[in-house]
C-alpha cells in the first residue's frame, strides 16, 4: 500500500452517490439562469498567469498565495484559473462579443486555489459564475440579485442564506477612502495583528474584512467608506436599494464588505449562511465597470456573481428527494443458464429500444439467483426481470417488484416492454 498514489490533498472525488445531486443542483441553477435570459458559455481551465494577474490583483491573497502557476513546455507561464470572471472577460474581448452588445453569460466548473484545505475551502472547486457587460445601470445589479434569490427558493435554501450588500463605490473614491483608512490605521498601528500589517502596505481595504475578533472594535471605529462615495455611486447604490426593497428582498448593508479581489467597484454582495460555520459565503459579487477596459477591451459596464458549490451542496445535505436521482435503474435484469445469459443482452437492448428513457442494468458475471436478488436490490431498482431457464423455455420473463409488495408477474419477451413501460410510468 506504501506505494498508492492518492489525490492531491483538497481535491476530491465526487462518489456516485454523490453526483446526482450534483447533477440536479446543476440543472436547477441553469434553468433559473434561462429564465433570465442568460446563456452558457464554456471557458478553458488554464490561462496566461498574467491574464489573473492584470484583473485579480497582484497584491490579493488569490494571486500572491494561492495560484496553481507552472511552466508550460515552452517556456510560457501558465495559471490553473483560480476563478473565472477574468477568463470570461477575456473570452469576450477575444471574440468581440463587447462591440455595442449586451451579453448574459453563465458558465460552470472547478477552479484552483492553494489554501488551507479545511471544511468549504478546497484546493479544487467548482462555481457557477454568472457575468453580464453592457449594462449600467442598477437595474441589472438587481437582476443579478433577485435572480440568485431565484435560485435558493428553487433549491429550498431561502430560510438559510442572508443577503448583505455595499458598494464600493468609484475607483477614486475609493482611493480617497484608502489614504484616509491607511491614516487611521497607522495611528493604530500597534494594534493591527500580522496578517493587517502586511495588508496595510498592500491591501488596506482588505483589513475590514479581518475575521479576527481581537481586531473588531479597530474596525468599527475605523472611517466609513460610504462617507466617501461621490453622488453618482450613491444615486447608484440607492438605486439597487429601491428595486430590492420594491421586489421584498430583505438585505444588510455591511459596510465592511470588500471582496478579496480587486477589480470590484460600486455594488458588491454576498449571500452567507450560518448553517456552514466559518466558511459562510456561499455566493459573492459585484459590479467591475473597469475591468475589460483593464485588459485590453472597449470599456465596458459589467457585473456579475459566482456560487460556490460545495458549499451549497454541503447546505443541501439531505433536502433533495431520492426521487430526483436519475441514475439508478428502472430494471435489473436477472439471468440464469447459458441461454438466458446470451438472450439477457439482447433483451436488455430491445427493451431499451422499445422505451426511451428506460434504464435497464443487465447482471453480467453469473451467480446465483440469491447474490443476483442482492445486486439487483442495491442497484436501486424498482423491478428484478427474471431470466431463467424455465422463462426461457417459454419465452417468457418475471418482473419482480422490489421496493413495493407484490408477486412476481410473467409476461411473454415480446411483450414485457410494454408492461415495465406502464410499470414505471413512462407510458399511460
Ligand atoms: P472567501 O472569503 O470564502 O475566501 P473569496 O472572496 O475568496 O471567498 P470568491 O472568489 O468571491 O471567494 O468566490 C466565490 C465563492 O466561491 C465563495 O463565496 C465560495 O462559495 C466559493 N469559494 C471560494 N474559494 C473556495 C474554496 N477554496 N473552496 C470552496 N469554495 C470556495
Ligand atoms: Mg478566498
Redesign the pocket.
Known amino acids: 500500500m506504501s506505494n498508492q498514489i492518492r489525490s492531491i490533498r ?1 481535491m476530491s472525488d465526487i462518489l456516485p452517490e454523490k453526483t446526482a445531486a450534483w447533477r440536479f443542483l446543476e440543472k436547477s441553477v441553469a434553468s433559473v439562469l434561462h429564465g433570465y435570459g442568460y446563456r452558457e458559455i464554456r471557458l478553458p481551465v488554464v490561462e496566461q498567469t498574467e491574464l489573473f494577474k492584470r484583473s485579480i490583483g497582484e497584491v490579493t ?2 494571486v500572491e498565495k494561492e495560484m496553481y502557476t507552472f511552466d508550460d513546455r515552452n517556456g510560457d507561464s501558465l495559471t490553473l484559473r ?2 473565472g470572471t477574468a477568463g470570461c472577460v477575456r473570452a469576450c474581448i477575444q471574440n468581440g462579443l463587447l462591440h455595442n452588445q449586451i451579453q448574459r453569460l453563465w458558465y460552470l466548473g472547478p ?1 484552483f ?1 492553494h ?1 488551507r484545505p479545511q471544511k ?4 479544487q ?3 457557477i459564475g454568472v457575468e453580464t457587460f453592457g449594462m449600467e445601470g442598477p437595474d441589472v445589479d438587481a437582476e443579478l440579485i433577485l435572480m440568485s434569490a431565484r435560485i435558493w427558493r428553487v433549491l429550498g435554501l431561502d430560510d438559510d442564506v442572508v443577503l448583505e450588500i455595499n458598494s464600493l463605490g468609484s475607483n477614486s473614491a475609493r482611493g480617497r477612502y484608502r489614504d484616509a483608512l491607511v491614516a487611521y490605521l497607522q495611528s493604530r498601528r500597534n494594534e493591527l495583528d500580522k496578517d493587517s500589517l502586511r495588508r496595510l502596505q498592500t491591501n488596506p481595504l482588505r483589513i475590514l ?1 479581518s475575521k479576527n475578533p481581537e481586531m473588531q472594535s479597530l474596525i468599527t471605529t475605523a472611517p466609513r467608506l460610504a462617507d466617501y462615495l461621490d453622488d453618482e455611486s450613491k444615486d447608484h447604490f440607492g438605486g439597487v436599494k429601491e428595486f430590492l426593497d420594491a421586489a421584498g428582498i430583505r438585505y444588510v448593508v455591511n459596510p465592511c464588505l470588500v ?3 480587486d477589480y470590484y467597484s460600486d455594488t458588491v454582495f ?1 449571500w452567507v449562511t450560518e448553517k456552514l460555520g466559518a ?1 459562510g ?5 459585484g459590479r467591475y465597470d473597469g475591468l475589460v477596459d483593464q485588459l485590453g477591451g472597449p470599456a465596458t459596464s459589467a457585473a456579475g ?8 451542496i454541503e447546505l443541501q445535505q439531505g433536502s433533495i428527494a431520492r426521487s430526483e436521482d436519475d441514475d439508478q435503474p428502472h430494471v435489473y435484469l436477472i439471468v440464469s443458464g447459458d441461454a438466458a445469459r446470451h438472450r439477457g443482452v439482447l433483451l436488455a437492448e430491445q427493451l431499451r429500444n422499445q422505451v426511451p428513457g428506460l434504464r435497464v442494468q443487465l447482471h453480467c458475471g453469473g451467480g446465483s439467483f440469491k447474490s443476483q436478488f442482492k445486486r439487483a436490490d442495491r442497484s436501486g431498482a424498482e423491478f428484478a426481470l427474471v431470466l431463467g431457464e424455465d422463462e426461457m423455455e417459454r419465452d417468457e420473463v418475471g418482473v419482480k417488484p422490489l421496493r413495493s409488495k407484490g408477486e412476481q408477474q410473467v409476461f411473454l419477451q415480446n411483450d414485457v416492454a410494454m408492461h415495465v413501460a406502464k410499470m414505471v410510468g413512462l407510458t399511460d
Open positions: 483538497g491573497d488569490i483560480p476563478e477552479m486555489r489554501e468549504g475551502r478546497y484546493r472547486f467548482h462555481q474584512d471582496r478579496g479581489l454576498e466558511q459565503t456561499v455566493c459573492a459579487g456573481f459566482a456560487i460556490g458549490l460545495e458549499r451549497l
